[in-house]
């Protein structure tokens, strides 16, 4: 776990741009220190760190960085989120397209996905992540289409259609598994694995719920298929026992 080095480094590097008067490099710096305290869970510290960068984007006028921040800060908002946190990501969006930036759409095109779902409107959701699907494949971002096809998943399982949800969760197990397998050591894997035991979570678990034991022995196959003994670990200590069901998780904020 780096996080307390990285969050030292941030630091000296955001008093260095603040002494130097790079406004940009220090917002960057905040908004970095930022994600890094969401990932410890120090949600007070984060948001303050969010504000303090926003207020110097908005200083030099840079309202796509402006936008990036407002994004992550309604990611930290409990579901379901108000309808003015949704416009903002909607005008996020908007920003993006405008200035063709089309990587950053996407992300913001998940997170209002993410969002749609958690308001209860699983239609509105599977097309937003129909729509990251396509965009995937046009810009070669595997990031994305993991993302995609998990979010579809929940949607068909949200609907009722087993077989189409088992299907988009292996898409994205497929496309998580094959990411993952880019990084040059295991200890690389077992790190950027971390943030991302969802997909597998939401898997095991919608095949345990389903009251069949093929569908269970299918679930603990994907257990023994990760080749991660921290992966393996951390699953175990989520799920039930063999031959019993859990409950439906709630979708996972992004």
Known sequence: NLLPEAIAAYDEAIALFA??????EQAQALLHKALAQIKRRQIIAAVAL??????????????????????HRVGLQTRPVSAAALAQVQAAIALFNSRGLALREAEALLLLAELTLAAGDGLAAQGLWTTVQQMAGDLGVRQLLYQAQHGLARCAEQAGHADQARTYYRAALTSLNNLRGTLPTETFRTAFLADKLTVYENYVRFCLVQGDPAWQQE????????????????????????????????APAP
Do not use: M, Y
Request: proline residues 5%; without cysteine; hydrophobic residues 55%.
């Open 50 to 71: 969010l504000d303090a960068a926003e207020a110097l984007f908005a200083q030099i006028g840079n309202q796509v960085w402006q936008a990036i921040v407002t994004l």
């Open 219 to 250: 679930a603990f196959q994907v257990i023994e298929a990760a080749k991660s003994r921290a992966l393996l670990d951390l699953l175990l200590g989520t799920l039930p026992a063999p031959g019993t069901a859990s409950a439906p998780a709630e």
């Open 19 to 24: 002494q130097s008067g790079l406004i940009f």
